[in-house]
């Protein structure tokens, strides 16, 4: 699901300045990005734009990761990860088990820890997410910066766009 507000367009268009071509800003990064992560997604087909994005940042040198998405096994891959060129994630467990929650398909290039809150297997009680920035809210209605444990392809995909980015280096 996209971030709240955000559109498709936003979303090609960061790729674009991400990867240093031209873009609706009329900027570019004094350095392209070499991995462009998406956790993010949708649950329809790959449309031209997302295609053609893709495209043109992979053939910049970008390399791009997609969260696969969370609707269940046996579902089929959400976009942009169900689009050609870009790397499609899926989601384990603990025990290294895909998730009920991941889409699965042949889409699904590698599957990395997305965490389950429905489980508990570090023996403290506490669901096995993976831990990330979150944004809560106070009583005033003031973003607050806050920590604490999430599920999701969302959450698998940086592990993956993280692994690539230090093959990327070393290569």
């Given at each position: ?13 960061a790729m674009l300045y991400a990867a240093g071509l031209p873009n ?13 992560n998406l956790s993010l997604g949708g649950d329809r087909s790959c ?28 579902l089929a891959v959400g976009t942009p990860a169900n689009c050609a ?87």
């Amino acid at each position: 699901i996209l971030p709240r507000g955000a559109l498709s367009l936003d979303v090609v268009q960061a790729m674009l300045y991400a990867a240093g071509l031209p873009n609706r800003s009329g900027l570019v990064p004094a350095r392209r990005a070499d991995v462009i992560n998406l956790s993010l997604g949708g649950d329809r087909s790959c449309d031209a734009a997302y295609l053609d994005a893709i495209g043109r940042v992979r053939a910049a040198g970008v390399v791009v990761v997609a969260a696969a998405g969370n609707g269940g096994n046996n579902l089929a891959v959400g976009t942009p990860a169900n689009c050609a060129g870009a790397i499609a994630v899926g989601a384990t467990n603990a025990q290294r088990q895909l998730t009920g929650y991941s889409q699965t398909g042949p889409q699904i290039a590698v599957a990395a820890p997305g965490g389950d809150m429905g489980q508990s297997s570090s023996g403290s009680g506490a669901p096995d997410g993976v831990y990330s920035a979150l944004a809560t809210f106070d009583a005033a209605g003031r973003r607050q910066a806050s920590f604490g444990p999430l599920q999701g392809t969302s959450m698998a995909a940086p592990h993956v766009a993280g692994v690539v980015a230090l093959m990327r280096y070393l290569n």
